[in-house]
């Protein structure tokens, strides 16, 4: 069965700082990875999502992520925060059966000014 | 519309009652899921419909638990006899593919049902 882990529940940057959330992964299929952020009292936002191809995945709002599969890894990045980037960030990956999301339990990112 | 729609936004039940939660996907998605999502996780998989069919409910954490998709467009999740434990954002997501084999189509998110259970 897949699982996702997150280091740090809780991450703060200031303006303009590279933004990094780490996310790994466990999966005994060729993963395909996703991050949603989530606004407070919203749905979740599809920011990027790897499945096969180009390691390094480009997504909206100036985010990006690689999948490194010798570390089981896919961080996601951003070089200059924002104060709109503030929420909580979820990183997943698709069942086996390529069904539902396993969902990691998410980052929440501050961004001090 | 636009997105996908979750009614009610908010719900306040007393231990015991029975509540009905509504989820309205994007017109024409045919896979539609719901997930729970207890306060400060990630969301977790409960049940998923391929149009009318639902093909896996493995995530139902009781038999309290019951959702359907009649005409296969909008969904309802249904639990019996709240307990505290039911407390947590219900989000439904829709997307317009199937999921034969490994399909990587966007899932869309509505913004869920928080269920207070007293």
């Known amino acids: 069965a897949q699982s996702v882990t997150q280091l740090g529940s809780h991450v703060s940057v200031s303006e303009g700082a590279l933004v990094l959330l780490r996310c790994n992964y466990s999966?005994?299929?060729?993963?395909?990875l996703f991050w949603y952020v989530q606004y407070p009292n919203q749905g979740l936002q599809l920011l990027l999502k790897y499945t096969t191809g180009a390691t390094l995945v480009k997504g909206i709002n100036g985010f990006e992520a690689e999948f490194k599969k010798s570390e089981t890894s896919f961080h996601l990045t951003k070089p200059s925060a924002h104060m709109s980037d503030a929420a909580e960030y979820f990183c997943?990956?698709?069942?086996?059966?390529?069904?539902?999301?396993?969902f990691g339990p998410g980052t929440r990112l501050s961004v001090l000014p | 519309g636009a997105g996908v729609s979750q009614s009610p936004r908010y719900k306040v039940a007393k231990r015991g009652q029975d509540v009905a939660l509504r989820c309205d996907p994007i017109?024409?998605?045919?896979?539609l899921f719901w997930y729970q999502q207890a306060l400060g996780q990630g969301p977790e998989f409960l049940t998923y419909f391929q149009n009318e069919a639902q093909l896996d409910k493995s995530g139902l954490p009781s038999d309290r638990f019951f959702a359907e998709r009649p005409e296969g467009s909008v969904s309802t999740l249904k639990i019996q006899r709240t307990q505290q434990e039911d407390s947590a954002v219900y989000l439904c997501a829709s997307s317009h593919r199937d999921y034969r084999g490994t399909s990587t189509d966007t899932q869309y998110f509505g913004p869920g049902t928080r269920l207070t259970v007293l």
């Open positions: 999966s005994s299929v060729p993963p395909y």
């Open positions: 017109s024409g998605h045919v896979s």
């Open positions: 997943a990956v698709l069942s086996n059966y390529g069904q539902n999301f396993v």
